[in-house]
């Protein structure tokens, strides 16, 4: 009997599926025709992998295996004399903890000593027939620029143009030239069966996956629940979750996360939350670009801890005249104590790296204000980042210390924003890419005309606070139309992707936002409107100088790695690669500073004025 890919999930614009939703409507039925049950030679249907510190780690998805089949997969490589087996591991077929019982059907290999310095065809392979092949591409460390391809929500509900081809996408991945893929969440938009959803995601970018490195991370609607809080793991006990932690059982967010984050580069802190639910986040350094893979959600408090139940949806703020201020209690988490030490020591870690990025599910600020139709204006979404407010500055003054550039999703809405801690532009820039399908839509649209806006610019642009009171510059949006026509080309729902451009010879970064469907190699084809933007790397620590050190001038060194440490309190202030043999740092309060050079420590240096004449020679 053929199965197929058909079960009931929620219309795009039920409650149960989206963030900050309308009530709930009837489940609508979704008939995606993706049978399991293959031809044999096709029982491998993907594989994603990622390379870092000389370890490949693979994670091959497979289709359901037959009881009389090998539960044992193959690793090959092709070298000068052919194909040779270097590993072999059994598959992972635990259940799902879902009601039918359903298998992950995973097989994850991990070679280490693996040589990046060039590019390695490989081939998995299943009993006498079935192999899928693909190419681990050499490490792109002589590279001038390196292509980060950025998605997020791939949702296929019909009736919004959601299951449509996703050709175009992959089209581009290759004329981008892609050197790494990045799904930020919501790559299954089912909430019970999240491994059929997932092979259709697989099939639909295998050619792609293939050849590149891909971080994938999963969010609320991949584990199966319309919002996440995750709340250290918890077991949720309200519809909503809006109590914080896990909706549904244990043993399906571990098989989500395996099939989905296996084969990034080990955690950080491997150290399981509650229920034994594991952890991913990690450092992956590729092309001399240092990435932070973070979790949002997984240490989130849940919006019942500062708004009871009773009073309206706990999660979103009800009217303009109610205090945010008042949700910022002490105790409450964004990213948790564990990936703020995390972010400390990646932060300080330049080893082999000219950038550092961010990865995460969304960005840290409230970054729409209509949420799923023209009149759906809400007054704060504790689901965003906004909140809560004093763990969200932490997150934003962690990652401004590493001068990284914040790359995420999960909005449904285009944007580039400059953050700020205690003022306008102090901090980090964050790119917040579109979904592929956008089945709920969004749009940034503050009610006062943003201030100290660029020339041509209109109201919405400009500095504003959001809806908890964060400071953010809204440099480019991508609205949709208040009118979306819902065809099958997402023409008007400001569906698409980004891609982001490291220039590690000019330090310089390139974000571009494009819709669906078009060619971007074609002549004319252009982004979104406000696209591109290009920034400097040290633009991602915008804070205003109170003093200058002396100007440093390196006699041997280029390109070293400064890391400014205030001796009055022992804190390390930023660190970055330079660009060039010259650097005056900039600091935040007068005094005396030590200046660590490539690990060489420069100490009692005098701040005390604004740009400080001063040369300092350093062999």
């Known amino acids: 009997m053929k199965r197929y890919l058909g079960f009931a999930v929620l219309a795009a614009s039920a409650a149960v599926m989206t963030t900050g939703a309308a009530p709930k409507q009837k489940p609508q ?13 096709r029982v491998i249907a993907a594989a994603l992998y990622t390379v870092s510190g000389n370890t490949l ?9 037959k009881p009389d ?47 990046d310095s060039k590019d390695v065809p490989y081939r998995v392979a299943h009993g006498e027939r079935a192999t899928f092949e693909g190419l681990i591409r050499k490490n792109p460390v002589d590279k001038e620029e390196i292509v980060v391809a950025g998605f997020t929500g791939n949702s296929v509900i019909e009736g919004h143009g959601g299951d449509i081809s996703r050709q175009d996408l ?28 997932w092979v259709k995601f697989c099939l639909d970018f295998a050619d792609v996956l293939k050849n590149r490195p891909t971080v994938a991370i999963p969010d609320d609607h991949d584990v199966g629940q319309p919002n ?19 909706a549904m059982p244990a043993s399906y967010v571990k098989e989500v996360e395996r099939a989905q984050t296996a084969h990034l580069p080990d955690p950080f802190d491997p150290t ?90 969304t960005i840290f600020c409230g970054g729409a204000h209509i949420h799923g139709g023209a009149g759906g204006r809400l007054y704060g979404d504790l689901d965003s980042n906004g909140w809560p407010q004093t763990p969200r500055n932490n997150a934003v003054r962690a990652l401004r210390k590493a001068h990284a550039l914040h790359y995420a999703g999960d909005q449904h809405l285009g944007t580039v924003f400059h953050h700020g801690v205690d003022d306008f532009g102090d901090a980090n820039y964050s790119f917040c890419v579109p979904s592929i399908a956008n089945l709920y839509l969004r749009w940034w649209e503050p009610l006062e005309p943003g201030a100290n806006r660029q020339p041509g610019q209109g109201p919405i642009y400009g500095e504003h606070l959001d809806t908890f009171g964060n400071h953010v510059t809204c440099l480019a949006v991508a609205n949709p139309d208040k009118k979306p026509n819902g065809g099958d080309k997402l023409t008007t729902r400001a569906a698409g992707f980004g891609i982001v451009r490291f220039n590690k010879k000019t330090r310089k970064i390139t974000m571009e936002c494009w819709p669906r469907n078009i060619n971007i190699a074609a002549p004319g084809a252009k982004p979104y409107p406000g696209w591109p933007i290009t920034i400097d790397q040290t633009d991602n620590y915008g804070r205003k100088a109170v003093a200058h050190l002396p100007t440093l001038k390196f006699k041997s060194a280029k390109n070293p790695v400064i890391k400014v440490i205030d001796e009055a309190s022992g804190e390390w202030v930023y660190a970055l690669r330079i660009n060039g043999d010259t650097f005056q740092p900039k600091v935040f309060k007068k005094g005396t500073y030590t200046v660590s050079v490539d690990g060489k ?13 001063q040369v300092v020679e350093v062999d």
Not at 602 to 610: D, P, S, V
């Open 170 to 197: 992959v089209k581009n991945v290759k004329a981008a030239d892609a050197d790494l893929l990045f799904f930020s969440g919501d790559q299954v938009y089912n909430h019970t069966h999240h491994y059929e959803y």
């Open 57 to 65: 780690k693979l994670n091959a998805q497979l289709f359901p295996l």
């Open 29 to 41: 039925q979704q008939q995606s025709a993706i049978e399991l049950n293959v031809p044999r030679e």
């Open 601 to 613: 420590l420069l100490q009692g240096l005098k701040a005390e004025m604004l740009n400080d004449p």
């Open 272 to 361: 399981p939350i509650e229920q034994g639910i594991g952890v991913y986040f990690t450092a992956l350094n590729w092309g001399r670009i240092s990435f932070a893979i973070l979790e949002d959600r997984k240490f989130k408090t849940g919006p019942m801890a500062v708004r009871a139940a009773g009073k309206g949806r706990a999660d979103h703020v009800p009217n303009a005249e109610f205090d945010v201020k008042s949700l910022d209690k002490p105790g409450l988490k964004m990213l948790g104590d564990r990936q703020l030490k995390f972010l400390d020591v990646w932060g300080q870690d330049w080893n082999g790296a000219d950038f550092k990025v961010a990865l995460s599910q």
């Open 228 to 246: 996440l809080w995750g709340q250290n793991g918890k077991v949720s006990k309200v519809p909503g979750a809006t109590d914080g932690g896990y």
């Open 69 to 115: 089949e090998s539960r044992e997969v193959r690793l090959e490589i092709k070298d000068a004399s052919g194909w040779k087996e270097i590993s072999r591991v059994r598959i992972c077929e635990n259940e799902y903890g879902n009601a039918r019982g359903d298998k992950s059907w995973t097989a994850l290999f991990r070679i280490e000593n693996w040589d």
